[in-house]
Structure formats: C-alpha cells, structure tokens
C-alpha cells in the first residue's frame, strides 16, 4: 500500500507498508522501528507477542511523544494494560492498531504538528 502525504520538511516520513516492509524516505525498510518526524530507531523488537513487555515499550519514552500508535503487525493486537502504566503515568497515550493503519495515523497526526510517534512491528517479527 502507497502512502501519501503531502511534501513537509519533516526529516522521517512514511511513505508506503508492503507485506514485509515499511517504506520510510523513499526507502525499504525491513526491520521494526520506531519512528516520530524528527527521529528513528531500528531493530526495535522481534519475538513472541507476549514478550512486548513494559521494558521494551519504555523505549518510547525517550522519542517525548503525547500520543504512541503502535502497528501490531497485520492484525490488530492488543497489550496487557499492566504494561501500559508507565506510559499512561507520563500521560502518554497509546493506541493499538494494524501497522498500515498506524502509518496512515502518523502521517496525519505528524502533519498536523503533533507529537506523535510509531512503534511499528512486521508481521515477519512477530513469533506466536
């Protein structure tokens, strides 16, 4: 699916999600990430669904989001609320959804200057 936004300054954009890969910058990306506009880590997490802990949705933190979209992969997954808390404690919201709806959301809520970042995972790095 091709992603279109309209052209920004902004140094990340996402601008497609392929069965096993995001398109960020005009380039294939084939890891999960997360991503805000400004800012990108990769290799973000790879394994069972059950090991997305609140450690590892910690690493979030350090992107100052208000809002997280998180891409479960091609269907939507939810997390544990326990490992929400910390971030609900920041006052950080979070939203689960699929990874292409989560890259639509981005590109959208990024345009509008907000504060928001994508922990994306691929379908391929999900163990069940």
Not at 20 to 33: E, G, K, V, Y
Not at 43 to 72: I, K, N
Not at 93 to 107: D, H, S
Request: net charge negative.
């Amino acid at each position: 699916m091709k992603l279109h936004l309209h052209q920004s300054d902004q140094p990340y954009q996402i601008n497609g999600v392929e069965a096993d890969a995001l398109i960020i910058n005009h380039q294939r990306m084939t890891q999960p990430m997360i991503i805000s506009e400004y800012a990108m880590q990769l290799d973000w997490f790879s394994g069972p669904w059950a090991a997305l802990d609140a450690e590892r949705l910690s690493a979030v933190v350090a992107f100052a989001p208000e809002v997280v979209l998180l891409g479960t992969g091609d269907k939507q997954r939810f997390v544990h609320p326990k490992h929400l808390q910390a971030l609900a404690e920041q006052q950080i919201a979070v939203e689960c959804m699929t990874t292409a709806a989560a890259c639509r959301t981005f590109n959208i809520l990024a345009a509008e200057g907000r504060k928001v970042v994508a922990a994306l995972l691929l379908e391929s790095h999900i163990q069940s």
